[in-house]
């Protein structure tokens, strides 16, 4: 009998049919805030179906919001948060994937209970494989994250906790994934160039896009208290978007290198921490895998990050310079982030000239052998950092640097021999080389004087003469003291191949006249001592 009286008592409506009869309301676009995100760009999917089936191509992608449920379920809103997420769960078993009423149709103190509704429905992440599928419910989620952007970009109050917690969640939801594994090897990736290759595009942009300009203008809101925002936008959220620069998309790379500056630049807290997991990647590239897509775009937030150091420099700075920065030259695709290395590196000179011996050093420890377009690289960056050193720190590695240069001088190939030589243009590296022409000039001059007599290409040796020329003026008696020597030291080279061969005619003289009978042929020892005195130096082959 009691189950006859509950049972014609009147149901309490579900917040689901809540949503569907609330749900019949226009969405209106902002103009202005589509222009600004390019929506002829973003218009891709427009309505064209009917059909509110989502469920078997949408996903509530739970496995991210599990990942930080640690890190954003610290306060007692644990209840309110689940149930967006369930609601927006039950949307999809039930097939009804409506829009809600746009901000504009619900008065002022509705409109913090209709955004935690619009970021709820935002949770519900689709299939982007097939264009074909979801059209009408993906231009629903579109125009929802285009208001929900709109909100952030123009709220006047303090994000509280609860709107922190669920923008947090709803970005990871549709952001953290993992991505395809494509099978290149390093042949591939140390020949792809950008020019020439089609960029990968990533199908899911016209939703992605969107996602992170919220988290951007969320960010730099002023009305996001960073010690508030600090427990939701936390260590494993910002682990989760340094795992996005692996992305093959360049547009969702470049978002992400805004959002992670403005990130360090807003949570101090975070800054070491950053810092740190931006050194891991970097030690994994270098001593692992030597892949990944993102190393530019760190590189180049590391730039702005170094320029903003105080002086003196800490330890902790010098220590990535050395063990993360200059190993970086390592890898056979650094051609794709060479430039923002070198301005990186040339930033740590320019704080502290102190670490000139310890760059250029670093530098010729990871010189290439076999590699011309990467050695050319090399001689554009050392001209960087010389630029930037004082005469004590030249001094200290002038020896080592001046026999590779003098290496490169000689090279066959001609951009390399050609680079070298341009090295004599910068005023100050030429300053610099005639205040220490009495160490220089000795180790570089038999370099000059190959390359002025047997150098293949004519502009190599055009420019050999004026660099000749430069050490003539600068200092006669010792370029003339160097031409001697260099001719004595080729004069006794000269003398010594033609003992060699001498000793090895008087071994084949010996050789044929034993050659009628078996007999074997006996060397005498004076014969052989000769041989092993008068033998090569490695210099001297070098020479050759």
Same mark, same amino acid.
């Given at each position: 009998?009691? %189950?006859?009286? +509950?049972?014609?008592?009147?149901? *309490? ?18 103009? $202005? ?10 218009? @891709? ?7 509110? *089936? ?25 209840? #309110?948060? $689940?149930?967006?997420?369930? /609601? ?49 419910? #993906? &231009? ?9 952007? =709109? ?15 669920? !923008? ?12 395809? $594994?494509?099978?290149? =090897? ?6 792809? =160039?950008?020019? &020439? ?27 996001? &208290? ?6 939701? !936008? ?11 620069? &692996? ?9 992400? %290198? ?23 990647? +970097? ?61 990186? !590196?040339?930033?740590?000179?320019? %704080?502290?000239? #102190? ?15 076999? @590699? ?17 050193? /004082? ?13 590779? !240069? ?8 001609? /951009? ?40 293949? @290409?004519?502009?190599? /040796? ?17 370029? =003339? ?12 080279? %000269? ?50």
């Amino acid at each position: 009998m009691i %189950k006859q009286i +509950f049972g014609k008592l009147p149901r *309490k409506p579900s917040k689901s049919s809540h949503n569907d009869s609330n749900g019949n309301g226009g969405v209106h676009g902002n103009s $202005s805030l589509n222009s600004s995100l390019g929506t002829n760009s973003l218009n @891709n999917s427009k309505p064209g179906s009917t059909s509110s *089936k989502s469920s078997s191509s949408a996903s509530s992608n739970n496995g991210p919001l599990n990942s930080h449920s640690s890190g954003w379920n610290k306060l007692n809103h644990g209840k #309110k948060t $689940s149930s967006l997420a369930t /609601q927006a769960g039950h949307v999809l078993t039930s097939g009804a994937y409506e829009a809600l009423p746009s901000f504009r149709d619900v008065p002022n103190s509705e409109k913090q209970s209709l955004f935690l509704r619009k970021l709820g429905l935002c949770y519900v992440v689709f299939d982007f494989s097939d264009p074909s599928k979801n059209l009408r419910e #993906k &231009d629903i989620k579109r125009q929802t994250l285009l208001e929900l952007v =709109d909100y952030v970009s123009s709220v006047s109050t303090k994000f509280n906790e609860v709107a922190m917690q669920e !923008i947090t969640r709803m970005v990871a939801a549709n952001l953290f994934r993992t991505f395809p $594994s494509l099978n290149h =090897d390093n042949k591939i990736l140390e020949m792809y =160039d950008a020019e &020439d290759e089609e960029p990968a595009m990533d199908p899911a942009w016209p939703h992605l896009q969107i996602v992170y300009e919220l988290l951007l203008r969320f960010v730099v809101s002023p009305e996001t &208290d960073a010690k508030l925002a600090k427990r939701y !936008i936390d260590h494993p959220f910002v682990l989760r978007l340094l795992d996005l620069f &692996d992305s093959y998309d360049q547009r969702e790379r470049e978002y992400l %290198k805004t959002i992670l500056h403005r990130i360090y630049g807003k949570f101090m807290v975070h800054r070491p921490y950053i810092r740190k997991a931006i050194n891991n990647i +970097f030690y994994r590239f270098i001593f692992e895998t030597e892949k990944h897509n993102g190393i530019a775009e760190l590189l180049e937030i590391l730039g702005s990050i170094i320029n903003g150091f105080a002086l003196p420099l800490k330890e902790e700075h010098k220590l990535f310079l050395v063990r993360a920065l200059i190993p970086l030259h390592k890898p056979k695709c650094v051609s794709m982030y060479h430039q923002q290395l070198s301005y990186c !590196i040339t930033q740590f000179v320019e %704080k502290d000239f #102190k670490l000139a011996d310890t760059v250029i050093r670093g530098l010729l420890k990871y010189w290439p052998v076999t @590699n011309s377009s990467k050695e050319v690289m090399f001689l554009g960056e050392l001209e960087e950092v010389l630029e930037a050193t /004082q005469a004590a720190e030249f001094q200290r590695c002038m020896v080592p640097l001046f026999r590779k !240069i003098g290496r490169c001088l000689n090279s066959l190939h001609l /951009q390399v021999a050609e680079r070298a030589l341009f090295l004599w243009n910068n005023d100050h590296v030429r300053n610099l080389i005639t205040q220490n022409r009495t160490v220089i000039l000795p180790i570089i001059f038999p370099s000059l004087e190959r390359n002025t007599r047997n150098h293949w @290409n004519p502009a190599v /040796q055009s420019l050999t003469l004026n660099v000749r020329k430069i050490f003539l003026d600068a200092d006669q008696a010792l370029f =003339d003291e160097c031409l001697a020597r260099f001719q004595e030291n080729e004069a006794k080279e %000269k003398e010594m191949q033609e003992k060699r061969e001498l000793i090895w005619k008087r071994l084949e003289d010996v050789a044929a006249s034993k050659s009628v009978s078996n007999e074997a042929v006996l060397v005498s020892r004076s014969i052989s001592s000769m041989a092993i005195n008068s033998s090569p130096t490695p210099k001297a082959t070098a020479g050759r």
